[in-house]
Structures are given as C-alpha cells and as structure tokens.
T-cell receptor
C-alpha cells in the first residue's frame, strides 16, 4: 500500500511570509495528489490538487509542485494571512486503488 | 457545504453502549468512507464502500461496523468492543473507481465516551 509522510507537523510564520509543506509517497504508480485544508472544528476541504502529467499548478496564492522522480509534492502558500491558519493534509492513492492515504497533517499558524 | 451530512454533531456514550453515527449524501456518489481523526494522527480509514450492499475494512476497523443498504446512506456503529472510541469521526464520499477524484467530507461527529 501507499505510505505518505508529511512535514513539518507544525509551521509557524508571520503574516506575509511564505509557507511550504512537503509530502513524500512510496507508490510510484500514484497519479493524483490533493491537498485539503481543515479549519478548527470543521470538515477538510480540497484547496488544490495536481495530476501526474503536470509538474506545477497554481491558484492565486497557493501552488503545488510535483517531483515524480523523487516521489514528493509540496504545497506553497505565499503572502500568508491569518485566515490561512488551519491544518493541511496531503493525500495520495495507491496505484492500484482510488482509496487515498493521508499524511498526518501540518498545523499552520500565521501570526498577525 | 451541502451534499454530505452527518448527525449528530456531538454524541456522548456511556461505556458498554453501542452508538450509531449517521452519514447521508445527495451527490450521487457510489463510494463512501468513514475516517477517524485523533490529534496528530491525521485521517485513519475505518471502513469504505464502493457500491450498495458491499463494504471493506480499512486500517482500523476493529470495534466498528457499517451497513450500506442505500446509495445515499452509510451509517457507522461504534460498538462496545472499541476500546478508545473518543474521537472526531468524518464521513466522505467520491465517485467510485475514479483514481483522480476528490473526496467530499461531511461536517463530522465528535464522540465522547463518559
């Protein structure tokens, strides 16, 4: 099965700084990599995803990069704002399945 | 936020009792999932179902049971055999068999054992 490792577990930044969260995966057949944001007490919601046929995808202040050779993908948030404070999860499906394996999450804290 | 609902939002259980958590979706999704979330543990898969009347165990199925009698509904029963059931439970759905599909989550049920 898939093994997904996510780092760091906690990330504290000042408002306006950039934040980067990285995930590694083990199954080279994996081809879909979503990122979910979960605010305190709320449900996880998809914020961006990338498929294995592209190396980078951007949506306003957030971007995701994928390195299939090294089997890692990263979430980049620029110009962070206090409302970006949340737990972020990465996920990757096993190559032979659509069931995703989630990373353990990163708690991002943006200080005003 | 519509499409997938869970009830109740908060649930308290005495030791030795079974409790059932409800999950309903109107997204016409074939696949449904139950996750358990503990602090620092991420999302751990309890059970999933790809089609009505069929379901499979996830990574932490012991002490839990499910049923899938209707496409829209996937209730989870936390039995007295579950030794540490206090947690936040999330239900999700997606299209079945689509490897690049997003999961949609319900708002969650927080279960506390008294």
């Amino acid at each position: 099965g898939e093994n997904v490792e996510q780092h760091p577990s906690t990330l504290s930044v000042q408002e306006g700084d950039s934040a980067v969260i990285k995930c590694t995966y083990s199954d080279s057949a994996s081809n879909y990599f979503p990122w979910y944001k979960q605010e305190l007490g709320k449900r996880p919601q998809l914020i961006i995803d990338i498929r294995s046929n592209v190396g980078e995808k951007k949506d306003q202040r957030i971007a995701v990069t994928l390195n299939k050779t090294a089997k890692h993908f990263s979430l980049h948030i620029t110009e962070t704002q206090p409302e970006d404070s949340a737990v972020y999860f990465c996920a990757a499906p096993s190559g032979g399945s659509y069931i995703p394996t989630f990373g353990r999450g990163t708690s991002l804290i943006v200080h005003p | 936020d519509g499409g997938i609902t869970q009830s109740p939002k908060y649930l308290f259980r005495k030791e030795g009792q079974n409790v059932t958590l409800s999950c309903e979706q109107n997204l016409n999704h074939d696949a449904m999932y139950w996750y358990r979330q503990d602090p620092g543990q991420g999302l751990r898969l309890i059970y999933y179902s790809q089609i009505v009347n069929d379901f499979q165990k996830g990574d932490i199925a012991e002490g839990y049971s499910v049923s899938r009698e209707k496409k829209e509904s996937f209730p989870l029963t936390v039995t007295s055999a579950q030794k540490n059931p206090t947690a936040f439970y999330l239900c999700a759905s997606s299209r079945a068999g689509v490897k690049t599909d997003t999961q949609y989550f319900g708002p969650g049920t927080r279960l506390t054992v008294l």
